[in-house]
Nanobody, 124 residues
Framework: VQLQASGGGLVQAGGSLRLSCAASGRTFSSYVMGWFRQAPGKEREFVAAISTSGGTTDYVDSVKGRFTISRDNAKNTVYLQMNSLKPEDTAVYYC??????????????????WGQGTQVTVSS
């Protein structure tokens, strides 16, 4: 599956952004989808994941209550709604896809396909 992320930008602290990740192909609904981010000089870290049906989600502790991952299988798209943004959320955000099995979803090593990344910058 090919992935195309969009929606990044510059926002003030406390603001909101919604990232989108459009997938090609007819099997989008068979993939667990994840969002990761990478800040300068840091490793790529897990942000959120969503199961094939959308019924199960997982988040890194630092974004719980502020970010929401969702998907629309009819549109082959996964979203990341980011509210109450903080300067420490500044990073390049990547979407990723893995097989349908809900296991180790926070590990970047199990994802097979990656989007190109979209920059999110939060000013203080």
């Amino acid at each position: 599956v090919q992935l195309q992320a969009s929606g990044g930008g510059l926002v003030q602290a406390g603001g909101s952004l919604r990232l989108s990740c459009a997938a090609s192909g007819r099997t989008f609904s068979s993939y667990v989808m994840g969002w990761f981010r990478q800040a300068p000089g840091k490793e790529r870290e897990f942000v959120a994941a969503i199961s094939t049906s959308g019924g199960t989600t997982d988040y890194v502790d630092s974004v719980k209550g502020r970010f929401t991952i969702s998907r629309d299988n009819a549109k082959n798209t996964v979203y990341l709604q980011m509210n109450s943004l903080k300067p420490e959320d500044t990073a390049v955000y990547y979407c990723a896809a893995k097989s349908r099995i809900w296991v180790r979803v926070a590990s970047r090593n199990v994802y097979d396909s990656w989007g190109q990344g979209t920059q999110v910058t939060v000013s203080s």
